[in-house]
């Protein structure tokens, strides 16, 4: 089959309309760097569009009806927006699933240390990253210290140009011929990736009064002073930190054309965010529409806010108890009667490493929204493999509404492989097909999307909520 560059079609409006979500979604992408920055903003967003919290409706003893609108947060690491439809719940709902975890640095619970003149944070990487990508550049600290007594203090420290920025030292190439014999594996190693904070020892003016043994640790004495005076934190409250380490800076245009996106973390928020964009368009539907928005996928989907947890289905069953159609037996029928979208990314084609690739089974870069039938390893191991008679139905309403959309596989076979959330909810029994946008340099610090791809990924899923499922 032929394969489209989807730019070669859109009109003028059509390109106004492209660059205006796409500036909205660096805007995202700059701002939202973890979970809980990405439910911030995503809730804000509901809120704005009319969506009321589902445990407040609750708690108010309330009520839904058809029309209505609600979001529920899980730990403020995953939400589920929910926009009740004409049918009963029990039809099943169109689904909409994406996660927004990215690969990262974790700050350890015990990380700060001195060694040489400077003071160190300890880290333990998250998710599937090539370590040596994550040496030399800036980096920032998000996240949050919750104190004994309960606060919460929020860090968000190296993305604004008055703040200091962080970095991971390498060996300079004079003395490298050893560590260039390594494998890239090996180059750098996962106890390696300790950020360097501070190289300026805490010192006292002469009239004030020395503490017996102030010389010892003086960088990391003066980095705990910074710390306390500036943010009110203790190191002991490192044990009841979630801090995360990301690449420093806003996502930008790229290229001479300004027709690609680079930024940290569009694995997976590009999908995530054309799927929330998706869910707020939607003035009303016939079944009930459903964005699930979730974390730890990047580690296996595990933990109490990943997909393999139970919240998703206790958010359901609340919302159909809220309609006045709650039992087992109803949400166990509109489970299996749904059909979802994984809004997931896919591998883009890199001629620079063409080898790796099916030319005629990849992503390309400008292609349109992108559908990965199955994905796991080798013989699809842990795949969800989409059935013939569901992507049949996902190209009518496609064709219906002219989405520009292309096949894929993540590579080669037997190269390698990787997996979604798509199977987890294929458990309960319902259609599912990973779909989403083609990334370059996935699970790098910085990816490049297509921002046509982008636009036709949105146009994709609100065709999807559309539909009255199969």
């Known amino acids: 089959m032929e394969q489209k560059n989807v730019w070669e079609t859109y009109s003028e409006k059509q390109l106004k309309e492209l660059e ?43 009520s839904l009806k058809k029309g209505d609108k609600v979001y529920s947060v899980w730990m403020n690491k995953s939400v589920a927006l929910f926009h009740i439809g004409e049918e009963k719940m029990e039809k099943g709902m169109n689904i909409l699933g994406a996660h927004i975890d990215s690969p990262r640095l974790d700050i350890k619970q015990n990380p700060l240390y001195e060694d040489g003149g400077f003071a160190y944070l300890d880290t333990h990487y998250y998710g599937g990253v090539k370590k040596y990508q994550w040496v030399t550049i800036p980096l920032a600290i998000h996240g949050v210290v919750v104190k004994k007594d309960g606060t919460t203090i ?27 014999e390594k494998k890239a594996a090996k180059v750098i190693e996962g106890e390696a990736l300790d950020i360097i904070i501070g190289n300026r020892p805490l010192t006292f ?39 995360e380490v990301v690449p420093a800076g806003k996502a930008r245009e790229a290229g001479f054309d300004r027709s690609m996106i680079l930024s940290y973390g569009q694995d997976d928020r590009v999908c995530a965010f ?58 166990r029928r509109c489970l299996s009667s749904s059909c979802m979208l994984s809004s997931d990314v896919s591998s883009a084609y890199d001629p620079s490493y063409a080898s790796s690739f099916d030319k005629k089974n990849v992503a390309y870069l400008g292609g349109g929204m992108v559908f990965n039938k199955f994905t796991g390893s080798r013989g699809k191991s842990g795949s969800n493999d989409a059935n ?83």
């Open 20 to 62: 205006k979500l796409n500036k909205e979604y660096r805007e995202f992408l700059s701002d939202c760097k973890t979970e809980r920055e990405c439910v911030d903003y995503i809730v804000n967003a509901a809120e704005a569009a009319g969506y009321k919290e589902l445990q407040e409706i609750i708690k108010e003893g309330g």
């Open 154 to 180: 929020e860090l968000n420290i190296g993305e604004n140009e008055d703040d200091p920025v962080f970095f991971i030292s390498d060996l300079l190439i004079h003395l490298a011929q050893e560590q260039l």
């Open 205 to 243: 003016k002469k009239d004030e009064k020395k503490e017996e043994g102030v010389g010892k640790d003086a960088v990391k004495k003066g980095i705990l002073s910074i710390l306390k005076d500036t943010y009110d934190m203790d190191e002991e409250d490192f044990i009841s930190a979630e801090l």
């Open 274 to 331: 054309t799927s929330l964009k998706a869910m707020l368009e939607m003035k009303s539907v016939k079944r009930t529409s459903c964005c699930l928005l979730v974390d730890k996928e990047e580690i296996g989907s595990v933990g109490a806010t990943g997909m393999q947890s139970h919240f998703f289905e206790n958010m359901v069953a609340e919302v159909m108890n809220l309609l006045g159609e709650y039992s087992e037996l109803n949400v």
């Open 388 to 470: 013939a008679e569901y992507l049949a139905y996902l190209r009518s309403i496609f064709a219906e509404e002219k989405v520009h959309f292309q096949t894929a596989e993540l590579g080669r076979v037997d190269l390698g492989g990787g997996g979604t959330i798509a199977y987890i909810l294929a458990l309960y029994g319902m259609n599912v097909i990973d779909s989403g946008v083609a990334v370059l340099n996935m699970h790098a610090p910085y990816e490049a999307t297509s921002k046509a791809d982008v636009y036709e990924t949105r146009r994709g899923y609100e065709a999807f909520l559309k539909g009255a499922g199969i």
